[in-house]
């Protein structure tokens, strides 16, 4: 079995970014326009449910390719 947690802690910020279910509608930074700021869905850190496990192995198995 695959332990997400230690996948996540292995992995820098921006590849946390790229596996992040969240990524393509977060802009990955804190945002204020006046009011309260608007942190991303990850600014606690990554959780195992937020992490896209397919594409994290479909990138591993391309790089084992080349």
Same mark, same amino acid.
């Given at each position: ?33 006046? =009011? ?8 606690? =850190? ?21």
């Amino acid at each position: 079995m695959i332990n997400i947690k230690k996948i996540i802690d292995g992995l820098d910020a921006e590849d946390l970014c790229r596996y992040c279910v969240h990524h393509d509608y977060c802009d990955d930074s804190v945002k204020c326009y006046g =009011g309260e700021s608007i942190y991303p869905p990850c600014a606690d =850190g990554l959780s195992e449910n937020d992490f896209d496990m397919e594409c994290y192995l479909q990138d591993m198995e391309e790089s084992d390719e080349t």
